[in-house]
T-cell receptor
Framework: NAGVTQTPKFQVLKTGQSMTLQCAQD?????MSWYRQDPGMGLRLIHY???????DQGEVPNGYNVSRSTTEDFPLRLLSAAPSQTSVYFC????????????FGSGTRLTVV | KNEVEQSPQNLTAQEGEFITINCSYS?????LHWLQQHPGGGIVSLFM???GKKKHGRLIATINIQEKHSSLHITASHPRDSAVYIC???????????????FGTGTRLTIIP
């Protein structure tokens, strides 16, 4: 049982490049979400999904796309990276009806130069 | 003013001391979460609660819904408790208690041997 797996752990992009941050979970969790963490600010929700085929925007969705074709995977796409997207990104998942909280991935540190 | 405020921002204590971290929120909620972020960056869910009190080992979390306030206590603190502790809430319009978290900025706890 691997939990939530995020790849890559580190990435450096040039402005304008595209990339996909991968997130996979093997716990059959319905709910998956992406957050970014910036110094001096709390984690902020980018996008979330309550099940396969269903996604919605969070607090800071601009510049990011997501899709949820399977229960297990929830990739985050940066179509044209900008320096403002330099951040640490976390994926998290949970059952929809739970009192046990979330399981977080180990994070991806992204630098856009 | 942020919807979720934590205090103190930084806390340094001697090993063995009783620790209290506070969280106040300004919105109606369906649940409150306490998370621990290790120095290496990983995030672990400690508690999810909507009323009363929960205990796990040396950690105790309480919530007062009427006062919109929660506390995280650590008894017999140890250097391995050194981490950032993050409070987060799920708004009361959530049907499931675990969607669209709003986070505080965290409390950095350092326990000195």
């Amino acid at each position: 049982n691997a939990g939530v797996t995020q790849t890559p752990k580190f990435q450096v992009l040039k402005t304008g490049q595209s990339m996909t941050l991968q997130c996979a979970q093997d716990m059959n969790h319905e709910y998956m979400s992406w957050y970014r963490q910036d110094p001096g600010m709390g984690l902020r929700l980018i996008h979330y999904s309550v099940g396969a085929g269903i996604t919605d925007q969070g607090e800071v969705p601009n510049g990011y796309n997501v899709s949820r074709s399977t229960t297990e995977d929830f990739p985050l796409r940066l179509l044209s990276a900008a320096p403002s997207q330099t951040s640490v990104y976390f994926c998290a998942s949970s059952y929809r009806r739970t009192s046990n909280g979330y399981t977080f991935g180990s994070g991806t540190r992204l630098t856009v130069v | 003013k942020n919807e979720v405020e934590q205090s103190p921002q930084n806390l340094t204590a001697q090993e063995g001391e009783f620790i209290t971290i506070n969280c106040s929120y300004s919105v109606g909620i369906s649940a409150l979460h306490w998370l621990q972020q290790h120095p290496g960056g990983g995030i672990v869910s400690l508690f999810m609660l909507s009323s009363g009190k929960k205990k796990h080992g040396r950690l105790i979390a309480t919530i007062n819904i009427q006062e919109k306030h929660s506390s995280l206590h650590i008894t017999a603190s140890h250097p391995r408790d050194s981490a950032v502790y993050i409070c987060a809430v799920t708004g009361e319009r959530s049907n499931f208690g675990n969607e669209k978290l709003t986070f505080g900025t965290g409390t950095r706890l350092t326990i000195i041997p």
